[in-house]
């Protein structure tokens, strides 16, 4: 069964640092997804990303957040300059509508640590 | 109002016994109620979703509950067995426009079936 994968799997990363933590969708997929689960938490919306632009961003998504799909195949999210509080699980899906309807698929997940 | 509200918070249950799990929301524009179940170390996995113009819909062992009015809805496992022991999230969206699902989770359940 085809699925969502995301690297790194683990990263720790210091103060202030910018992250990248990327992601392979489901191929022939249209609609891509981060969402973040900080320790012991539910699972929230960061972003969602369509035809190469934004389609919908949460609050928690500001200035220091940006995404990209750089080729065909991969789907990233950068944090420019981490801060303690983005410490969780960030997860990225995708969904094909066309096909699946509104299913979401998710990868396993980055966990991000910052010290 | 975009919240989705679940209970309990944790919830162990027999063998066979048949767990059940509530939500509830307030934005009446949610029209699509899917059910994740998330394993430690692994993405949410899609289990069954409902759309409000059913009240009931069953996959398996699974069945989720829906009461329009109250605006409330549950999942039910029967026969529960102890490969069913993971946290169970409820979601909600606006699914009517479908493709950009920005899924707003509930808090999750931890469900620990015992032999």
């Known amino acids: 069964e085809p699925e969502v994968t995301q690297t790194p799997s683990h990263q720790v990363t210091q103060m202030g640092q910018e992250v990248i933590l990327r992601c392979v969708p489901i191929s022939n997929h249209l609609y891509f997804y981060w969402y973040r689960q900080i320790l012991g938490q539910k699972v929230e919306f960061l972003v969602s990303?369509?035809?190469?632009?934004?389609?919908?961003k949460s609050e928690i998504f500001d200035d220091q957040f940006s995404v990209e799909r750089p080729d065909g195949s991969n789907f990233t999210l950068k944090i420019r300059s981490t801060k303690l509080e983005d410490s969780a699980m960030y997860f990225c899906?995708?969904?094909?509508?066309?096909?699946?309807?509104?299913?979401?698929?998710f990868g396993e997940g980055s966990w991000l640590t910052v010290v | 109002q975009q919240q989705v509200k679940q209970s309990p918070q944790s919830l162990i249950v027999q063998k066979g016994g048949i767990p059940i799990i509530n939500c509830a929301y307030e934005?009446?524009?949610?029209?699509?109620f899917p059910w994740y179940q998330q394993f430690p170390g692994k993405g949410p996995a899609l289990l069954i979703a409902?759309?409000?113009?059913?009240s009931e819909k069953k996959e398996g062992r699974f069945t989720i509950s829906f009461n329009k009015s109250a605006k409330q809805f549950s999942l039910h496992i029967m026969d529960s067995q102890p490969g069913d022991s993971a946290t169970y999230f409820c979601?909600?969206?606006?699914?009517?426009?479908?493709?950009?699902?920005?899924?707003?989770f509930g808090t999750g359940t931890r469900l620990t079936i015992i032999p």
């Open positions: 979601a909600a969206s606006v699914g009517s426009n479908f493709g950009n699902e920005k899924l707003t």
């Open positions: 409902i759309r409000p113009d059913v």
């Open positions: 934005n009446t524009a949610f029209d699509y």
């Open positions: 990303f369509y035809n190469n632009e934004i389609s919908e």
């Open positions: 899906a995708s969904s094909d509508p066309g096909h699946t309807g509104n299913t979401i698929y």
